[in-house]
């Protein structure tokens, strides 16, 4: 099973940016989708985006299309999120996950499906 960390998170002002890394090890990632989910306080965990293995297909919640942006370099065995124009509502713990299956496509992901390995989470604090 794969190990995630993510890092990058931190306070930001409102219509700031930020950019949050996944590190994967223990195994590449490099034939994986790979998914960012959120889970703001006192919600439940939400999909935000999903890359499929080479990054030529990805897959984003309607409330970050447009703002956020995922990306992958298997060189580094590493998953991207660059979020920009953050709002108040996007403070969350920021957590990537991998699939138990490199079948699984970012259409499964998004739907929890397949779901194995997930990080730690990273707090992205945005304030008005």
């Known amino acids: 099973q794969v190990q995630l960390v993510e890092s990058g998170g931190g306070l930001v002002q409102a219509g700031g940016s930020l950019r949050l890394s996944c590190a994967a090890s223990g195994q590449s990632i490099s034939i994986y989708t790979m998914g960012w989910f959120r889970q703001a306080p006192g919600k439940e965990r939400e999909f935000v985006a999903a890359?499929?293995?080479?990054?030529?297909?990805?897959v984003y919640a309607d409330s970050v299309k447009g703002r956020f942006t995922i990306s992958r370099d298997n060189a580094k065995n590493t998953v991207y999120l660059r979020m920009n124009s953050l709002e108040p509502d996007d403070t969350a713990v920021y957590s990537c996950a991998a699939p138990s299956t490199p079948v699984a496509g970012p259409g499964d992901v998004s739907r929890f499906q397949y779901l194995e390995s997930w990080g730690q989470g990273t707090l992205v604090t945005v304030s008005s």
């Open positions: 890359i499929n293995w080479n990054g030529d297909t990805t």
